[in-house]
């Protein structure tokens, strides 16, 4: 491109104005500055913007259709810098985020709430179709926030630690794991096991089962939790969910949960940013906001629980 920005304001303050001098006075440059810059726009393009008529300038038809342009796209420049202004005057943006499972979706409504008290001019949009692509949507600047239990490593992102939460194996209070109160990881070759898609991501068959030799029997894909639970209480297979996803049910009894392998499984989340976003202040707010509303085991849960990628 030959053009640039200085050279459009020139064109629009010569049109406005009609003459080097009054123009140089608008731009704060000399005539002679002015002067040489038009004969390099001219140069450039290889044509006439101006012709002189008397002592006045007046636009080509060349210089007509440039200034058109040059007007459109001066205003949008400043409509931009203003917008900009007022975005960080007033803490106003967009927060895209993504989780790393499907269950976390049904918690952040409550958080997005409280959230918008504090920044009501921050548009918070939750982004399913990546979840099960966090790192890469956010390397292209499709999300701004994943909510991530797989490790980051990539230095143009910034991870921080924000709770941990542990996963159960539930099945149906007619299973025989009901009338157990230790399942061992061996047993679990003899059963259906239901995950969320793609399997090859499930953290506690990829990366607990399979390398202890307890393939179950049979994998099946189920993409909602309800429809897990559900699989579940009819004894047609068994499942490992969070615990506080699947706690109240537990409780009232139509489910059991049992610990697998005996000392447990955690995930330990963190919120992963892009660095130009890691300091913001409505991201840390939201990340704050996890910290203290996760409805999660704290960090702190003990050590002898062993950790497993989501």
């Not at 140089?24 to 726009?41: K, N």
């Not at 101006?50 to 058109?68: C, H, I, P, S, Y």
């Amino acid at each position: 491109m030959d053009l640039e920005i200085r050279h459009l304001r020139l064109v629009a303050a010569v049109a406005e104005v009609g003459s080097l001098t009054r123009a140089g006075d608008q731009l704060h440059l000399t005539q002679s500055a002015l002067s040489h810059q038009l004969r390099d726009i001219e140069s450039r393009l290889g044509t006439a913007l101006f012709l002189r008529v008397g002592k006045r300038l007046v636009l080509t038809t060349a210089g007509e259709r440039l200034l058109a342009s040059a007007t459109d796209v001066l205003d949008r420049l400043q409509q931009a810098e203003h917008d900009i202004r007022e975005m960080s005057r007033d803490r106003a943006g967009s927060l895209r985020i993504t989780t790393e499972c499907y269950t976390c979706y049904h918690w952040l409504p409550p958080l997005l709430l409280h959230f918008r008290r504090t920044f009501p001019r921050v548009q918070v949009r939750i982004d399913v179709e990546a979840t099960h692509h966090p790192v890469k949507m956010l390397l292209a600047g499709k999300i701004d926030l994943g909510l991530m239990s797989t490790p980051v490593r990539d230095r143009r992102l910034v991870s921080r630690r924000v709770f941990d939460d542990e996963l159960v194996l539930i099945a149906s209070k007619h299973h025989r794991f009901a009338r157990q109160t230790r399942v061992r990881l061996a047993q679990m070759r003899d059963e259906t096991l239901f995950v969320y898609p793609p399997k090859e991501e499930s953290g506690p068959l990829q990366n607990v089962l399979l390398p202890a030799g307890a393939a179950p029997a049979r994998v099946e894909e189920v993409q909602l939790t309800e429809a897990i639970t559900e699989l579940v209480k009819a004894g047609l297979g068994v499942a490992i969910l969070a615990r506080w996803a699947v706690q109240p049910m537990i409780d009232a009894g139509t489910i059991v949960g049992r610990a697998l392998p005996a000392r447990g499984m955690r995930r330990v989340w963190s919120a992963v940013t892009r660095k130009d976003l890691a300091a913001s202040d409505y991201a840390n707010e939201f990340i704050d906001l996890l910290e203290r509303h996760a409805p999660t085991t704290r960090i702190g849960k003990p050590a002898a629980i062993a950790a497993v990628r989501a």
